[in-house]
Nanobody, 125 residues
Framework: QVQLAESGGGLVQAGGSLRLSCVAS????????VSWFRQTPGKEREFVAA?????????YYADSVKGRFTISRDNARRTVYLQMNMLKPEDTAVYYC?????????????????WGQGTQVTVSS
């Protein structure tokens, strides 16, 4: 059972940057696809970014964050990062890291096998 722990959230002004980290408890994590989702009260979890393992380290992003956010992974450290630049108030949410065993990745939350507890990101205007 892989456990995921996010960190790096906080309060930042619009236009600022944050880097989120997701650390896994097991090395098997290195074979999984990993994504970030976000959620605001009363709404469904929203896909943000993914990085695959099978077929190479392919990355893809939600249109709302493309060009501003970058997902990367360091398998030696069992860590996936989400670099968030040019933050906007509408990026305010709890951000969750998740992993799925096939390594292919998905934009659907139901496809993921493991989830972290989330980290709050608040962007003030």
């Amino acid at each position: 059972q892989v456990q995921l722990a996010e960190s790096g959230g906080g309060l930042v002004q619009a236009g600022g940057s944050l880097r989120l980290s997701c650390v896994a408890s097991e090395h098997t994590f290195t074979n999984y696809a990993v994504s970030w989702f976000r959620q605001t009260p009363g709404k469904e979890r929203e896909f943000v970014a993914a990085i695959t393992w099978r077929g190479g380290r392919i990355t893809y992003y939600a249109d709302s964050v493309k060009g501003r956010f970058t997902i990367s992974r360091d398998n030696a450290r069992r860590t996936v990062y989400l670099q968030m630049n040019m933050l906007k108030p509408e990026d305010t949410a709890v951000y969750y890291c998740c992993a799925e065993e096939s390594g292919l990745g998905s934009q659907r939350a139901s496809e993921y096998d493991y989830w972290g507890q989330g980290t709050q990101v608040t962007v003030s205007s």
